[in-house]
């Protein structure tokens, strides 16, 4: 019997800017390295929490994108779509993805706030 995650539709739904993510391998460990981090914990990753925790607690975040879903198309997401992303990575695209897909953030929202960070990156 498998206990392997099944997809569901936001599995189909492509969002180009976190495919670009995963074909530019931009995980954490990598981009550290290139910029002298020694840090083993993203910066983002209690942001990352943070999000999560609010959804979940949220009566809208409930509405939006509830735990159980949250966490299953995370699952699903993690296995499939951004499967060559280690942890937290695949879990942060796969929060993009399902909010995207719902309509909580335009992706050309996403793509701006990830050129803003880029800039500040490389600047």
Same mark, same amino acid.
């Given at each position: 019997?498998?206990?392997?995650?099944?997809?569901?539709?936001?599995?189909?739904?492509?969002?180009?800017?976190?495919?670009?993510?995963?074909?530019?391998?931009?995980?954490?460990?990598?981009?550290?390295?290139?910029?002298?981090?020694?840090?083993? $914990?993203?910066?983002?990753?209690?942001?990352?929490?943070?999000?999560?925790? /609010? %959804?979940? @607690? =949220?009566?809208?975040?409930?509405? +939006?994108?509830?735990?159980?879903?949250?966490?299953?198309?995370?699952?699903?997401?993690?296995?499939? $779509?951004?499967?060559?992303?280690?942890?937290?990575?695949?879990?942060?695209? /796969? %929060?993009? @993805? =399902?909010?995207?897909?719902?309509? +909580?953030?335009?992706?050309?929202?996403?793509?701006?706030?990830?050129?803003?960070?880029?800039?500040?990156?490389?600047?």
């Amino acid at each position: 019997m498998s206990t392997a995650p099944t997809p569901g539709p936001a599995a189909d739904a492509v969002v180009a800017a976190l495919a670009k993510i995963v074909e530019r391998n931009q995980v954490w460990e990598r981009m550290a390295a290139k910029y002298g981090v020694d840090n083993p $914990v993203p910066p983002w990753k209690t942001s990352l929490d943070g999000i999560c925790d /609010a %959804l979940d @607690h =949220s009566e809208r975040g409930a509405q +939006v994108l509830g735990f159980a879903d949250r966490r299953g198309e995370e699952d699903a997401l993690s296995a499939t $779509v951004y499967s060559e992303l280690p942890y937290p990575e695949n879990r942060l695209v /796969a %929060l993009a @993805h =399902s909010l995207v897909v719902r309509g +909580v953030i335009e992706e050309s929202e996403l793509e701006d706030r990830l050129a803003a960070v880029r800039g500040r990156l490389q600047g």
